[in-house]
């Protein structure tokens, strides 16, 4: 199993720009979230699903579309890139079990927009 | 407002001594409890954790304490090794005994293990 892979790896964007984060997973899992990590506020969840076309915002949705009609993949949208959304951004699946825990992150895409 | 805090960005200490890393959380729906480990250049990767119907959780050199009358969690790792360097995440889940897939992050705690 590949586990959860992310691509790009880094990318620069101009302010304005669009662009897609790929994230797909291979465990099957129901659930997928996205989450960035900026300097002293640790990992913030921006949208997940539970599941093939269910979607819904987390902490820090503005700026960013998500959809879902893979169980595999949960793709992350920039419709008009800003500096603030400068960060190192996160895929993460897990089961949908009965406890929350073993989320298994991607490598994770550095993201720069000038 | 930040629901689940971690007071100290670093921590240092001797190879082979107790690394205690705190949590803190105002919300008191969280049932659930986790600790995640990140290597640099690399995704978090699932460590320990608890669930608020217990106060302690042991696995190998990692134990996990929670306080729910003070909202406040801990991680020891005993004894210390270089390799436990990293940057470690408290999280919580309120999803009752389902999981949700949200979890709520605190800031990250660097700790470095001296040789």
């Known amino acids: 199993n590949a586990g959860v892979t992310q691509t790009p790896k880094f990318q620069v964007l101009k302010t304005g720009q669009s662009m897609t984060l790929q994230c797909a997973q291979d465990?099957?899992?129901?659930?997928m979230s996205w989450y960035r990590q900026d300097p002293g506020m640790g990992l913030r969840l921006i949208h997940y699903s539970v599941g093939a076309g269910i979607t819904d915002q987390g902490e820090v949705p503005n700026g960013y579309n998500v959809s879902r009609s893979t169980t595999e993949d949960f793709p992350l949208r920039l419709l008009s890139a800003a500096p603030s959304q400068t960060s190192v951004y996160f895929c993460a699946s897990s089961y949908r079990g009965v406890r929350p825990d073993t989320q298994y992150f991607g490598p994770g895409t550095r993201l720069t927009v000038l | 407002d930040q629901q689940v805090k971690q007071n100290s960005p670093s921590l240092s200490v001797q190879e082979g001594r107790i690394s205690i890393l705190n949590c803190d959380y105002t919300?008191?729906?969280?049932?659930?409890f986790l600790w995640y480990k990140k290597y640099p250049a690399e995704g978090p990767t699932f460590l320990i954790s608890i669930s608020s119907i217990k106060d302690k959780n042991e696995d190998g050199r990692f134990t996990v304490f929670l306080n729910k009358s003070a909202k406040h969690l801990s991680l020891h790792i005993v004894p210390s090794q270089p390799g436990d360097s990293a940057v470690y995440f408290c999280a919580a889940s309120s999803g009752g005994s389902g999981n949700t897939g949200k979890l709520i992050f605190g800031q990250g705690t660097t700790l470095q293990v001296k040789p």
């Open positions: 919300n008191s729906m969280f049932d659930y």
């Open positions: 465990m099957n899992h129901e659930y």
